[in-house]
């Protein structure tokens, strides 16, 4: 049983960095040259907490959703470098603290508990876990109804 349980974790893994940031996103971030790491690891969990279809909420909104999803983030975790397109959203850390790199910052900015980033189209950043502490962050953003 033990087994079949690490074999699971360990095929649902690589799955989980590619879900975490679109392709897409990853990709217009290279095509820029932005400095910041290449790939995810080190995201223990990424789960939908739910999500909104907007067609009756918002003109125009058919076919998007606002979805929710907690991340957490083992000690040196770092999220891939990406700009956000047509894909705005918010994070809020929730425990721990996270490092921020992002093309309209000066340097580097620490976000701990209670701290938000908002992520607009244009924003090219990626996330650093620096500490030797588990951090988590409610992430909400606006995608299209097929994004998982």
């Not at 974790?9 to 932005?34: G, N, T, Y």
Request: proline share 5%; hydrophobic share 45%; net charge negative.
């Amino acid at each position: 049983m033990r087994f079949s349980c690490l074999l699971l974790a360990l095929i649902a893994l690589p799955a989980l960095a590619h879900d975490v940031i679109p392709e897409h996103e990853k990709e217009a971030a290279q095509r820029l040259m932005a400095d910041g790491p290449k790939e995810t690891r080190g995201v223990e969990s990424a789960a939908e907490l739910g999500r909104l279809p907007l067609d009756n909420e918002i003109p125009g909104a058919d076919g998007k959703v606002l979805r929710a999803r907690e991340f957490v983030l083992a000690p040196r975790a770092q999220i891939a470098v990406h700009e956000h397109r047509q894909r705005p959203g918010m994070a809020y850390v929730l425990q721990g603290e996270l490092t921020e790199y992002r093309n309209d910052a000066s340097g580097p900015i620490k976000r701990g508990v209670g701290a938000v980033s908002f992520e607009a189209t244009g924003v090219v950043h990626w996330w650093r876990n620096e500490t030797d502490q588990t951090a988590r962050a409610l992430v909400v953003d606006i995608v299209g109804a097929d994004m998982r």
